[in-house]
């Protein structure tokens, strides 16, 4: 990291945005690749967060293909600005996609994303390959002393940030982040650090 030039300041970081509600976030529905909308909650909440965010010069903006995200991305004022990409999609959930963690263990006793995956969908091992993609595509922008913000989802925000600070795939299970919630990451000295989690 390059020296920053006011001490009192946060260097450069990474800001995590997790989409606003919709309706299955809402009912615990996982949701991965069907394209749900926001709810109403939802857009105000993410209309909420321009004045929170309009201070933040962003060098650069990436958002999950996923309309909830580049909704949520848009109403908080990065409309224009925003690159898609498909390494910031939610976890694929395969055959467990629009049912509850609680109808899943109805069939699957004891199930747990993080260590076990979903059937026809992906493993935490998995996306950690896509999230250290994105990671390696922000770190020119945060070597330059510019900030980085990427909008996303839950489960896929929460295994970015336990690659950033060293934590094993599953490490992500120990992170919750919830709709419209802002996390910063960043670095104290030469460590990778949590400057903020979980800000709604």
Known sequence: MPHHPYPDLKPPQLVLLRHGETEWSRTGKHTSVTDV???EEGEARARALAPVLAHRDFRLV????????????????????IETTEDLAEFDYGDYEGRT?????????????????????????????RVE????????TLDAGQDVLLVAHGH????????????PPE??????????GIAELGH???NRVIDLWNAV
């Open 156 to 167: 896929v925000l929460r295994a970015l940030a336990a690659a950033w600070i060293d934590l």
């Open 188 to 190: 104290e000295h030469d």
């Open 62 to 81: 990436l958002s999950s293909p996923r309309r909830r995200a580049v909704r949520t991305a848009e109403l908080a004022g990065f409309g224009g600005r």
């Open 133 to 140: 993609r994105v990671i390696a595509r922000a770190q020119p």
């Open 101 to 129: 963690s609680a109808e899943i263990h109805e069939d699957r006793p004891g199930w747990d994303l993080w260590r076990d995956g979903a059937p026809g969908g992906e493993t935490a091992a998995e996306v950690r390959v």
């Open 171 to 180: 490490g992500g299970a120990k992170l919750v982040l919830s709709t419209a």
């Open 37 to 39: 909308p926001l709810t």
